[in-house]
């Protein structure tokens, strides 16, 4: 019996098992067996021996290898090393993330990547205190405890200095979850007690606090209480119930805190107890109104306020016992969400002598004018700020209500009621800030003597409604604005926020024309036209203008009841999106038409063909169109002479390319098929398929505009009303009954009646594309896989290396993923819409989805990866911002996307037990996934790797 040893232990066991005497039995010698293995052992020995010398040699080489990578750091970063130490401070400070970056990933990245370079780098960089000085701890890690002892050390890093400390939750929100017994099996009491611990490590140094931001859910905050030490300096405190659950916030106080800013979502102010003191900034929501008027006599050094959500009070019948006179408050908002009947005693009990600018949104309420004035009378302030918005209110009662504030600079109103008058509003305005009782020759002297600026937001569906001339009426007359007579205006904004812009043509009054002609001469002209705010006073938007006007002038439309002009083109509509980083710049949005034609124009022999075999099928001809999209297909929206609107989609012909030209008519006939069979299902808003040809399709114009060209300019209650339509479309689509096969969906006629069946996978490219159907998800990640390697050919030789081992470290790593598919809840089939972005769902202006078009890319597939959250505000996989492409762009803030998918998992929760599970559970599949499919440019898959390491160890 044979017995194989192969490390040090074992040869140990040998040793210790040598027989007691020698070997005598072959006629006195010792047998075969314990010569070879005496043999056996001497070169054993000679190898331990071998072994001992290699160590040695490896050791030194290491050492070595240190000493020269010590002198290659010196050789490679002459100028940081070159310098004097404080120098060298000097310049690591300028790599910190800018000021209000407290993501994780942001906050630790700047100083550890320093300290990784070299030895003097990081000995620079652990000596540097202002490297230290902001901690950013994300409390929803999985291994929150094995964090401890680096939280310590960063904070002993930072000296003697001011802290800056944010406590949140991880970007799959595992703190919100832990102990739901969701996919999180996390022990509670273990994660508390670490908590607590980083809590009492931080209350150490509250002494150096200067700002603390806490977002977490609401059942951890208490383990925040409890300060020991003052801080040197005020401090500014936000707190945050991530979970929006207010009633569980157990009650906690942070009385030794110093506090000058204090900012308290979901925080019942009745929960939190701490110095009102010295307070001068407080942002509260949902409030009850009393704690509101207590919050005024507990906090007497307060400036700024803002009151949101302000809800009723929990008494039947409140009171105030006095009137609460506070004379250091300069700017106060004031917001509702809901109705609040104690509106009129909340201000007829407060006074603000010094206030001088207020907000006001008051959407279920009329707008209290008496008791507003009032208010302003008893505080006898000089009020130069007043902004209006959301709120209902008839234009003669505003206008009103205006008069009585005659100390007014800036003005911004947004009505919200569907009723408002606005030509009736403009001509009270402008008749009360310019008497007609004056005569001819005497220079007109405003009501609203100081008023500067004026911004108006308009909320019609069509901007050529706008009544343009009796708008510029506020200006005054036009012989009044330049020279001495100038008056004090230097702003006048126009903002459409809920109309169908960008529109081919916007007409503008004759008369309203000439106006802006005049104005265009007077030096004084500020104008916008979009959400953004971009103003006349910026120069290329002042030639624009000036083009436009010209153009105006040069195209008077012919004819004897002329009235009007065209403005083409119409002035150019920037949307914000947010990078990466949470910075929002302004960007033309996708354009919402390539390019227009009407009857008379010209026309190509491919476009006219089509329009003829569109009037051969709808016995009508096409008179205007404008070109929706070019890519893919071309896409036009069509007006027919007998005023019917249609969409027409003509396919891209490959006659060249016989692969494309397969993907193209497969992918275009399977979505005429899918429209039918979904249509059928009378569930989801879809489009009617009016006619179709070889290559082209006449589909029904449905309502709505793309929700991606109106996102920016709804309010809160328009985006939760369509989170709600949305969940409820995906839903629906979610328990179709579809075959169980891993594909894209194909529909056969039987009987003249499509039945749904399976084929292969048709991706948004020829080689994303599957030649076969696949039976389970491993066989779909084998293939994606093999597909993401073609994108490895083209790098280079040190990019493909670690290409290859990032796709190596994935294979491994998707097969304990679908383990999870064993349960028939997560391994379901389902149908999938795989181009869902927001301009491909309509939806009216109140946030109501009205259909869902481009049903091209879709798929049926495990329901655990057929699931997701709107894609516009996924932070998951490559749009997660610590590792997407600089140049992706989302539409939504990094805190509203937050809010959003908070409300989406809430809303899906109460709805659907197996969906929720299938979005939380199946969040790293899908993000995988996300990866494999993504083109965007990753050299050596350098972001997809970082996101591995990041977010899967």
């Given amino acids: 019996m044979g017995t194989a040893f192969s490390t040090s232990a074992e040869c140990k066991v040998i040793d210790d098992c040598q027989p007691d005497r020698p070997c005598e039995v072959s006629d006195g010698s010792p047998c075969t067996a314990c010569v070879k293995r005496v043999r056996l052992e001497s070169r054993i020995e000679d190898t331990k021996q071998q072994v001992l010398q290699l160590d040695k040699a490896l050791e030194n080489m290491l050492q070595q290898h240190r000493k020269l990578r010590t002198m290659t750091n010196r050789l490679h970063n002459p100028l940081v090393l070159g310098v004097p130490p404080e120098v060298a401070s000097r310049i690591f400070q300028l790599c910190l993330p800018p000021e209000g970056d407290y993501s994780f990933e942001s906050v630790a990245n700047a100083p550890l990547t320093l300290g990784a370079v070299c030895r003097d780098w990081r000995s620079i960089a652990w000596s540097t205190p202002q490297l230290w000085t902001t901690i950013s701890i994300c409390l929803g890690a999985m291994a929150l405890s094995s964090h401890v002892g680096c939280i310590q050390e960063w904070l002993e890093r930072s000296k003697a200095l001011p802290l800056t400390i944010f406590l949140g939750d991880s970007t799959d929100s595992d703190l919100e979850h832990a ?85 308290l979502y979901c925080i019942p102010l009745k929960n939190f107890s701490i110095h009102w003191g010295h307070v001068t900034h407080v942002d509260v929501s949902t409030v009850e109104v009393q704690h509101c008027h207590r919050l005024f006599t507990q906090a007497p050094q307060l400036r700024f306020c803002r009151l949101f959500d302000v809800m009723p009070p929990r008494e039947a019948s409140w009171a105030p016992a006095r009137i609460v006179v506070h004379s250091q408050i300069k700017e106060f908002t004031f917001e509702l969400m809901d109705e609040l009947e104690e509106i009129d005693i909340f201000f007829d009990h407060l006074s603000f002598p010094n206030v001088e600018k207020m907000t006001l949104s008051i959407p279920r309420e009329g707008l209290p004018s008496e008791t507003l004035l009032s208010f302003l009378r008893r505080s006898s302030c000089l009020l130069k700020d007043f902004s209006i918005h959301t709120t209902k209110f008839d234009a003669n009662r505003l206008v009103t209500f205006l008069q009585h504030i005659p100390s007014l600079v800036n003005l911004n109103v947004s009505p919200w009621d569907s009723n408002f008058s606005a030509p009736e509003f403009f001509r009270l305005f402008a008749k009360s800030l310019f008497p007609s009782n004056q005569s001819s020759t005497t220079v007109s002297i405003p009501v609203l003597r100081n008023l500067e600026s004026f911004d108006y937001t308009d909320e019609r569906d069509n901007v050529e409604d706008f009544p343009w001339k009796l708008a510029f009426r506020i200006l005054g007359p036009v012989s009044q604005m ?8 230097k702003a006048f904004r126009i903002h459409f926020s809920n109309d169908d812009l960008p529109y081919p043509d916007l007409s503008v009054d004759k008369k309203a024309l000439s106006l802006l002609r005049a104005l265009r001469h007077t030096g004084f002209f500020k104008f916008s036209q979009s959400r953004t705010g971009v103003s006349g006073d910026k ?29 083409s083109p119409p002035l150019t509509m920037l949307l914000p999106y947010w990078n990466r980083i949470g910075d929002v710049h302004y960007l033309e949005p996708y354009p919402f038409s390539f390019e227009d034609w009407a009857a008379g124009s010209e026309i190509s022999p491919d476009r006219q063909t089509l329009h003829d075999d569109v009037a051969s099928i709808l016995h009508s001809k096409i008179i205007q169109t404008s070109c929706r999209a070019k890519d893919m297909n071309t896409t036009l929206d069509a007006t027919l002479v007998d005023g019917r609107s249609v969409i027409v989609r003509q396919r891209h012909s490959h006659p060249s390319d016989a692969v494309l030209e397969h993907w193209s008519i497969s992918k275009f006939q399977g979505e005429l098929q899918l429209m039918r069979w979904i249509r059928m299902q009378g569930k989801i808003p879809i489009a009617d398929i009016l006619g179709y040809g070889s290559n082209f399709s006449i589909q029904e114009k449905m309502r709505g505009l793309p929700v991606g060209l109106q996102w920016h300019s709804w309010s809160t209650d328009a985006k939760n009303r369509f989170m709600r339509d949305y969940v409820d479309v995906i839903l629906n689509l979610f328990h179709l009954r579809v075959p169980q096969l891993i594909g894209s969906a194909l529909c056969d006629l039987v009987d003249g009646t499509p039945v749904l069946s399976v084929g292969p996978r048709i991706g948004p490219s020829p080689i994303c594309s599957s030649s076969d159907t696949f039976d389970d998800a491993s066989e779909l990640f084998r293939f994606l896989i093999s597909v993401k390697r073609k994108f490895i050919e083209p790098m280079s030789p040190s990019d493909r290396v670690r290409a290859e081992q990032v796709l190596s470290a994935i294979e491994s790593r998707v097969g304990s993923l679908l383990q999870r598919l064993s349960d028939p809840v997560l391994s379901r089939c389902v149908l999938t819409h795989a181009d869902l972005h927001s301009y491909n769902i309509l939806a009216d202006e109140k946030g109501m989805i009205t259909a869902i078009l481009d049903w091209e890319i879709n798929y049926i597939q495990p329901a655990i990866i057929g699931v997701g959250y709107p894609e516009w505000l996924s932070d998951d996989g490559p749009s997660d911002p610590d590792f997407a492409s600089a140049h992706y762009w989302w539409d939504e803030s990094p805190n509203e996307r937050r809010r959003l998918r908070a409300y989406f998992e809430q809303l899906v929760l109460a709805s659907d037990q197996a969906f929720y599970r299938c979005l939380t559970e199946g969040r790293d599949m899908r993000s995988i996934m996300a990866w494999l499919i993504n083109t965007s440019p990753d050299p050596g898959f350098e972001r997809f790797d970082s996101w591995i390491r990041s977010r899967l160890s």
Avoid at 230 to 251: N, T, V
Avoid at 482 to 489: L, V
Avoid at 561 to 567: A, G, I, P
């Fill in 539 to 567: 120069p290329n938007f002042r030639r624009r203008f000036n083009s436009i006007v010209e153009a105006c002038s040069a195209r008077a439309v012919v004819g004897p009841s002329s009235t009007s002009f065209r403005l």
């Fill in 179 to 263: 102990g739901r017994g969701m996919m999180y099996d996390l022990d509670v009491q273990e994660r508390c007690s670490t908590i607590k611990q980083i809590s009492e490590l931080l209350n150490q140094h509250s002494g150096r606090w200067v700002e603390v931001k806490i977002s977490i859910p609401a059942r951890f905050l208490f383990l925040f209480q409890d300060v020991k030490q003052s801080p040197e300096r005020s401090c500014s405190l936000d707190i945050m119930a991530s979970d929006f659950i207010m009633e569980r916030g157990a009650k906690f106080s942070m009385n030794s805190l110093a506090l000058a800013s204090v900012t």
């Fill in 482 to 489: 330049s020279g001495s007579h100038r008056q004090t205006f």
